[in-house]
C-alpha cells in the first residue's frame, strides 16, 4: 500500500451549529448485525440536541471492494456514498474503521472534490462528541472496571485516540484499567481474517490475553468488527467467561440498562 495513505495533514475540526442536522451513517456490520449500535448513537446524539437525520439510501462506504483491490468496484460505491451524503455538513459513524475509509481513503479512490468533500465531513463517534460537539462528559455513570480496545483504523489512519479515552475519563463510577499492548491489531483486518484465519485467531487471542490481565468485566471500544472478532474469541475462553464487550455508545446511551 502507498506509504502516503499512512501520513495525514492536521484535520481541522468544524464547530457544530445547534440545530443544523447530522446525518447518521450506520455500516454493514452495525445494520446486519448489531442495529443497537446505531440505535444508540442516535439516541445520545438526539439527548445531545443534535437533529440526527437517517438517509435512507445509504448503503455501504466500499471498504470490502477497496481493500480486496478491487477498486473500480469500490469507486461505484463510493461515488453513490457521496450522493447520499452531500446535503450534510456533518455525517457521524459508530466505526472508526468505516470513518477512515470515507475520510482518509476516499481520495485514493476517487479523487474527485465532491466525493473527496463528502469524505472530509465523515466523523467517529467519539471524534464528533469530544472534537465538534466538545462534550466529552455526557453524564453517563457506569459503576464496572473497563478496558478500551481502538482499532486500527481509527488509531492509525484517524489518530483519533484521545477522545474515547477522555470520553471515560468522564463517566462516573466507571473504573479504568489500561490495555497492555493497546496499540497491537485484534487479528480482524476484515479480509483479512477470512485470508489469513490462523494468524487472525493467533493475534484475537493474544488480544484477550491482555484483555484477561486487567481484570476488566467489560470491554469497550469504537469498532464494531472488533468487537464481534475479540468478542466471539473471549466467549470461547473460559477465562474470559465474566467478560462482556460493548461498543462505547451503548454505554453512553444506556448505561442504566446495562449496568442493571
Known amino acids: 500500500m502507498n506509504a502516503a ?50 438517509p435512507p439510501k445509504q448503503t455501504c462506504c466500499g471498504q470490502p471492494a477497496f481493500n480486496s483491490g478491487y477498486w473500480a468496484e469500490a469507486r461505484q460505491v463510493v461515488r453513490h456514498f457521496a450522493r447520499v451524503f452531500t446535503p450534510y455538513s456533518y455525517i457521524v459513524c459508530p466505526s472508526g474503521s468505516c470513518a477512515a475509509m470515507c475520510r482518509v481513503f476516499f481520495p485514493f479512490v476517487d479523487p474527485a472534490e465532491d466525493v473527496v468533500g463528502v469524505g472530509r465531513r465523515v466523523f467517529e463517534f467519539t471524534e464528533f462528541l469530544v472534537e465538534v460537539l466538545r462534550r466529552p462528559d455526557v453524564g453517563a455513570s457506569f459503576p464496572h472496571k473497563v478496558t478500551l480496545h481502538i482499532g486500527c483504523h481509527t488509531r492509525r489512519e484517524l489518530g483519533v485516540v484521545r477522545p474515547p479515552e477522555l470520553i471515560l475519563e468522564h463517566i462516573e463510577k466507571l473504573e479504568y484499567v489500561p490495555l497492555a499492548e493497546n496499540d497491537e491489531c485484534c487479528g480482524f483486518g476484515g479480509t483479512f481474517s477470512v485470508k489469513m484465519p490462523g494468524t487472525s485467531l493467533a493475534m484475537g487471542r493474544s488480544k484477550v490475553d491482555h484483555i484477561v490481565a486487567t481484570g476488566a468485566s467489560w470491554v469497550l471500544t469504537t469498532d464494531i468488527s472488533c468487537l464481534m472478532h475479540v468478542g466471539g474469541i473471549t466467549r470461547r475462553d473460559p477465562r474470559a467467561s465474566g467478560i462482556h464487550m460493548a461498543h462505547i455508545a451503548e454505554v453512553l446511551a444506556n448505561y442504566r440498562e446495562l449496568s442493571g
Request: one cysteine or more; proline letters at 8%.
Open 5 to 54: 495513505m499512512n501520513h495525514q495533514p492536521a484535520f481541522a475540526y468544524p464547530e457544530y451549529e445547534r440545530g443544523e442536522s447530522v446525518a447518521l451513517f450506520v455500516p454493514c456490520y452495525v445494520d446486519q448485525f448489531y442495529p443497537r449500535i446505531a440505535e444508540a448513537t442516535a439516541r445520545l446524539l438526539t439527548r445531545l440536541g443534535v437533529r440526527v437525520v437517517f
